[in-house]
């Protein structure tokens, strides 16, 4: 019979506070008016994108670090990661005087990259990505005799993750929900422990990128399965597979994993942006991403109805994105809100058709951003031609009024999603 493997306890996780609080930011916690009226809850953004190296990452290794013997100390450590991780780790690692190696995906941006150099690390770039990373710096580990830190499966750093559930309760000792980012079980495992042992009635739920739902297939299999590679703009919580020691927690703390799909987080990013002047990568935002998109049944609105609004916290997990990936989240962002759009326009190619056609739309005050001539394709009668036409709008509605002025005056078209 398979024994069941030890669990981080709440009382890991009051010594991994204890251990760190002097050289972590207890980050702020403070109401959202916009998100709370778009909900109907009482919602709170715990902004872990404040932490120094901007994530909620450093808890967890500054709780390792502090607990290595000296001889692992003077030996040095090793990590495998693409962002995040790594740049807690050299941060950390650097303050404390320890050697630290860094093994990251060669498709790396290079301002991550740059970012954990500066911050101290040994940067070894190899692998297509996180696993064949990993792969790399368990190889170098034994070879090297380096101690490894593991981004999430590793009892102490969950315990050091969990320290953000007991700031939680410090800042809001009524707090009925919390809603987080989930990869591969770490910060939730930890977060649901602390919360769970401390007051059982609040409400956990987890959120995952749809195209790689690790832990949400783990609980529905009864143990980690390793998923196909796929890319999302939640790449900070894109993980494969789920923890060995972070999935009981799960099962035995966590109420709920939900997914959110990539325009859906998106959003949120630009939504963060706009409404609350709030920087957020697109795993930060996904837990946001889920309630505002109504994602989650906890908070569904028969459950608002039948048991009132909840005070539910959201933690924004961190906020280093790439500047080119955050101009495509909100040009992304922009065109699921409605506020950008894109329509193929049939008209005939004389002199004067062009003008026709922009009078028209400034008429209904849209905005031309883009156009793009083709007379050779998309079933073009000979005479005639397409014109692809980008348009800022403000919002559906107003993409509607368009289309049907467009059609009103002969316009065949289509939008272009």
């Given at each position: 019979?398979?024994?069941?493997?030890?669990?981080?306890?709440?009382?890991?996780?009051?010594?991994?506070?204890?251990?760190?609080?002097?050289?972590?930011?207890?980050?702020?916690?403070?109401?959202?008016?916009?998100?709370?009226?778009?909900?109907?809850?009482?919602?709170?953004?715990?902004?872990?994108?404040?932490?120094?190296?901007?994530?909620?990452?450093?808890?967890?290794?500054?709780?390792?670090?502090?607990?290595?013997?000296?001889?692992?100390?003077?030996?040095?450590?090793?990590?495998?990661?693409?962002?995040?991780?790594?740049?807690?780790?050299?941060?950390?690692?650097?303050?404390?005087?320890?050697?630290?190696?860094?093994?990251?995906?060669?498709?790396?941006?290079?301002?991550?990259?740059?970012?954990?150099?500066?911050?101290?690390?040994?940067?070894?770039?190899?692998?297509?990505?996180?696993?064949?990373?990993?792969?790399?710096?368990?190889?170098?580990?034994?070879?090297?005799r380096l101690t490894l830190i593991h981004a999430f499966d590793d009892d102490v750093v969950i315990a050091g993750q969990g320290t953000l559930g007991l700031e939680l309760l410090e800042q809001h000792p009524d707090l009925e929900a919390v809603v987080v980012p989930v990869g591969g079980g770490g910060l939730i495992g930890g977060v649901a422990c602390a919360l769970k042992e401390s007051n059982p009635r609040i409400q956990l739920a987890g959120v995952q990128p749809a195209r790689l739902p690790s832990l949400k297939v783990a609980i529905s299999e009864g143990r980690p399965v390793t998923l196909?590679?796929?890319?999302?703009?939640?790449?900070?919580?894109?993980?494969?597979?789920?923890?060995?020691?972070?999935?009981?927690?799960?099962?035995?703390?966590?109420?709920?994993?939900?997914?959110?799909?990539?325009?859906?987080?998106?959003?949120?990013?630009?939504?963060?942006?706009?409404?609350?002047?709030?920087?957020?990568?697109?795993?930060?935002?996904?837990?946001?991403?889920?309630?505002?998109?109504?994602?989650?049944?906890?908070?569904?609105?028969?459950?608002?109805?039948?048991?009132?609004?909840?005070?539910?916290?959201?933690?924004?997990?961190?906020?280093?994105?790439?500047?080119?990936?955050?101009?495509?989240?909100?040009?992304?962002?922009?065109?699921?809100?409605?506020?950008?759009?894109?329509?193929?326009?049939?008209?005939?190619?004389?002199?004067?058709?062009?003008?026709?056609?922009?009078?028209?739309?400034?008429?209904?005050?849209?905005?031309?951003?883009?156009?793009?001539?083709?007379?050779?394709?998309?079933?073009?009668?000979?005479?005639?031609?397409?014109?692809?036409?980008?348009?800022?709008?403000?919002?559906?509605?107003?993409?509607?009024?368009?289309?049907?002025?467009?059609?009103?005056?002969?316009?065949?078209?289509?939008?272009?999603?």
């Amino acid at each position: 019979m398979r024994r069941a493997p030890p669990m981080v306890t709440l009382q890991e996780i009051r010594s991994a506070l204890a251990r760190i609080r002097k050289s972590i930011h207890a980050t702020p916690c403070s109401r959202s008016e916009t998100f709370s009226e778009v909900t109907g809850h009482s919602i709170c953004l715990k902004l872990e994108n404040r932490q120094r190296t901007g994530a909620y990452k450093e808890r967890g290794a500054l709780n390792k670090l502090l607990t290595l013997t000296a001889p692992e100390r003077s030996q040095g450590v090793i990590a495998a990661s693409a962002g995040n991780h790594a740049q807690a780790v050299a941060y950390h690692a650097s303050n404390l005087g320890i050697r630290a190696k860094i093994v990251m995906p060669l498709a790396t941006p290079l301002i991550k990259v740059s970012a954990t150099r500066g911050y101290g690390g040994e940067v070894v770039l190899h692998g297509a990505n996180y696993d064949e990373a990993y792969e790399e710096a368990m190889r170098l580990s034994a070879q090297e005799r380096l101690t490894l830190i593991h981004a999430f499966d590793d009892d102490v750093v969950i315990a050091g993750q969990g320290t953000l559930g007991l700031e939680l309760l410090e800042q809001h000792p009524d707090l009925e929900a919390v809603v987080v980012p989930v990869g591969g079980g770490g910060l939730i495992g930890g977060v649901a422990c602390a919360l769970k042992e401390s007051n059982p009635r609040i409400q956990l739920a987890g959120v995952q990128p749809a195209r790689l739902p690790s832990l949400k297939v783990a609980i529905s299999e009864g143990r980690p399965v390793t998923l196909p590679a796929a890319v999302t703009i939640a790449e900070g919580i894109a993980v494969r597979r789920a923890g060995e020691k972070t999935l009981p927690l799960v099962q035995k703390y966590v109420d709920e994993i939900v997914t959110v799909e990539e325009e859906e987080i998106a959003n949120a990013v630009l939504l963060l942006l706009e409404r609350e002047k709030i920087l957020a990568e697109g795993a930060g935002a996904a837990a946001l991403a889920a309630l505002v998109n109504r994602r989650i049944p906890l908070f569904s609105e028969k459950n608002t109805r039948d048991k009132g609004a909840k005070k539910i916290a959201v933690i924004i997990s961190g906020g280093n994105i790439d500047v080119t990936l955050l101009a495509r989240i909100i040009e992304r962002g922009l065109v699921k809100d409605g506020r950008l759009v894109r329509l193929r326009v049939h008209l005939p190619d004389y002199p004067g058709a062009l003008h026709r056609l922009t009078g028209i739309l400034a008429q209904h005050r849209a905005n031309i951003v883009e156009t793009s001539y083709d007379r050779a394709y998309h079933n073009v009668n000979l005479g005639d031609t397409a014109i692809d036409i980008t348009m800022e709008t403000r919002g559906p509605d107003h993409i509607a009024e368009l289309i049907s002025a467009l059609g009103a005056n002969g316009y065949v078209q289509e939008r272009i999603l």
